[in-house]
């Protein structure tokens, strides 16, 4: 992907600026399953989003790479990618967002939210 010719000398082109979400989200023990289970039936959903260009929960892999820190058994972070902070904004206040919020809230810990830009 060729970033080249955006400007952040443009405001236009800064308020559409790609932006890439890692949101990591610590869920109460033993529950990943139950919380993949209801993060799986938003994603469709999510991905047919105005603005959404990639939208889906990871976690952390087995290997055998030094560097890796320990597995967190009980973390599941989503990568998203938004053409727009703005899309991103309206995402954060769909309704079936808010219903997904309501049915994990029991079962979330707490989450750290990163909000990143292309250079």
């Known amino acids: 992907m060729d970033f080249s010719h955006q ?15 890692i949101a990591s989200i610590e869920i109460a023990d ?12 938003i994603v469709p959903l999510v991905r047919e989003e105005k603005g959404c ?5 990871t976690v952390d892999a087995e290997t055998d790479i030094g560097l890796q820190q320990p597995l967190r058994p009980d973390v599941v972070v989503v990568v998203e990618k938004w053409e727009s902070v703005s899309a991103l904004n309206d995402h954060l206040g769909a309704p079936h967002m808010e219903e ?9 810990r707490g989450m750290d939210l990163r909000i990143l830009k292309p250079t």
């Open 100 to 108: 997904y919020r309501t049915k994990v809230s029991e079962i979330v």
């Open 53 to 57: 260009m990639e939208y889906g929960p």
């Open 30 to 41: 033993g529950k990943r399953d139950t919380f993949l289970e209801e993060f799986h039936k």
């Open 7 to 21: 400007s952040s000398n443009e405001p236009e082109k800064k308020a559409l600026q790609m932006i890439i979400v």
